[in-house]
């Protein structure tokens, strides 16, 4: 497939600002080069760090004017440039969220990503739940798993467990034989937190987290927290924890400064999914995690709500922005 003078419909933003600064608008589509894979984009899943790049507060600033935006995509491959040899025309892909996103940002009909940001799709999965997939499910698996040592027995404190990550990293702790200690802020998600297989829920609102995790552990204390927010709750988190155990802060959603606990000895991980996503082993080694529980049925993402058609990603991100789901929202993509 040869794409010389064709273009595609991507999302752009110029300024910085709320959801109604993201446009839809004709780019031009280069043909892939070398180690470069050109992706029809089936259904986009979007991600907390989207909204915080599109406004101006994530840890890299957007070029402006003209970014792209969106790390994570289902889609088939439709055309490869030279020196691709481990994917083909029609291949089903996945982006795999290890890229600068105003650059190769997925928010499109068609995308030409390198090679080595894609993984693939696994055998089976349809494209909404594959772009619901990689990036929760890998920030699970490499936070708690590869980098926070999380292992069978151990209780585990998910904060923000509403949230893709979070039903996520409630069902990988599953898969790993933990126990899941979720958060939330409130009561109206606690029944539904419970049916995805949190062992318990504590509502930060109303309850005192590091009485109610010592009171779930014995008097113990949880082994992992593993944490989306920071700012001044995270010491919060490492009080909670037994001597010894371990705190993973993946997120910033509070934007003041972290504090960290004195309940020492702690080991404090400030965990980049980017940097493990861009090794060929954490690549394979949550591949491997994603696809058998995939499989098996022990992970399985829960859609908060599907929009239909790039003109609807501005709606998308007012949901994910009013707290109110549950789970990933997806944009199926028309092209």
């Given at each position: 497939m040869t794409t010389t003078g064709m273009t595609t419909k991507a999302?752009?933003?110029h300024e910085?600002?709320?959801p109604e600064v993201l446009t839809v608008e004709e780019v031009p589509l280069p043909d892939p080069g070398p180690g470069e894979v050109l992706v029809r984009v089936e259904a986009i899943g979007l991600n907390r760090a989207e909204a915080l790049f599109r406004s101006g507060t994530y840890y890299y600033p957007a070029t402006l004017p003209g970014s792209?935006?969106?790390?994570e995509a289902a889609g088939v491959v439709e055309a490869v440039g030279t020196g691709v040899t481990a994917y083909?025309?029609?291949?089903p892909v996945m982006a795999a969220a290890n890229?600068?996103?105003g650059t190769y940002g997925v928010y499109a009909e068609r995308v030409v990503l390198p090679e080595e940001y894609v993984v693939a799709r696994p055998e089976g999965v349809d494209a909404v739940t594959a772009a619901a997939v990689w990036l929760s499910y890998f920030t699970a698996y490499g936070g708690m798993v590869l980098t926070g040592g999380l292992r069978p027995g151990d209780h585990v404190v998910v904060t923000g467990a509403s949230s893709g990550v979070?039903?996520?990293a409630v069902q990988t702790a599953l898969r790993i034989g933990a126990v899941p200690i979720a958060t939330t802020r409130g009561e109206g998600k606690r029944k539904r937190l419970l049916e995805l297989g949190a062992a318990h829920v504590i509502a930060t609102d109303t309850e005192d987290l590091v009485g109610e995790v010592r009171r779930i552990t014995g008097g113990a204390g949880a082994d992992l927290a593993f944490d989306a927010i920071g700012?001044?709750?995270f010491a919060r988190l490492g009080d909670a924890l037994r001597p010894g155990g371990t705190a993973v802060l993946y997120g910033w959603l509070d934007p003041r400064p972290t504090e960290l606990s004195r309940n020492w000895p702690l080991t404090t991980h400030a965990y980049a999914n980017g940097v493990l996503a861009r090794t060929e082993e954490g690549r394979r080694r949550a591949a491997g995690f994603i696809g058998s529980g995939l499989r098996d049925g022990s992970l399985a993402p829960v859609i908060a709500e599907t929009f239909d058609g790039l003109e609807r990603i501005a709606d998308a991100h007012r949901l994910m922005e009013s707290n109110a789901h549950l789970g990933k929202?997806?944009?199926r993509v028309s092209s």
């Open positions: 999302v752009l933003f910085l600002g709320g792209r935006l969106g790390y083909a025309p029609g291949d890229f600068d996103f979070g039903t996520a700012g001044p709750g929202i997806v944009v």
